[in-house]
Nanobody, 114 residues
Framework: QVQLVESGGGSVQAGGSLRLSCVASTTIFSLYFMGWYRQAPGEQRELVAAITSGGSITYVDSVKGRFTISRNNAKNTVYLEMNSLKPEDTAVYYC????????WGQGTQVTVSS
């Protein structure tokens, strides 16, 4: 069983920045496909950004150029650097780890006010 603990959420004004972190309790973190998802009220959960074990990265179009995903395998941590935040980025952000099974974190709230 892998536990994922997210942190770094909060409330900011439009144009501001936040950095989310997700720490995984596994000794084989480097093998995991890691993703950041978000879910706004009344909306479906969507993939925001993902990074493979080999370092390949993908973003949803709405965050390209503003968000950056990265990982530090030595710290069992994946990050999501969010810049130029917009009110439409407001959501609960979840971390997911995938390798043979999927694991989700508890989520962290990001609120962007105009």
């Amino acid at each position: 069983q892998v536990q994922l603990v997210e942190s770094g959420g909060g409330s900011v004004q439009a144009g501001g920045s936040l950095r989310l972190s997700c720490v995984a309790s596994t000794t084989i973190f480097s093998l995991y496909f890691m993703g950041w998802y978000r879910q706004a009220p009344g909306e479906q959960r969507e993939l925001v950004a993902a990074i493979t074990s080999g370092g390949s990265i993908t973003y949803v179009d709405s965050v390209k150029g503003r968000f950056t995903i990265s990982r530090n395998n030595a710290k069992n941590t994946v990050y999501l650097e969010m810049n130029s935040l917009k009110p439409e980025d407001t959501a609960v952000y979840y971390c997911k780890a995938s390798w043979r099974r999927e694991y989700w974190g508890q989520g962290t709230q990001v609120t962007v006010s105009s």
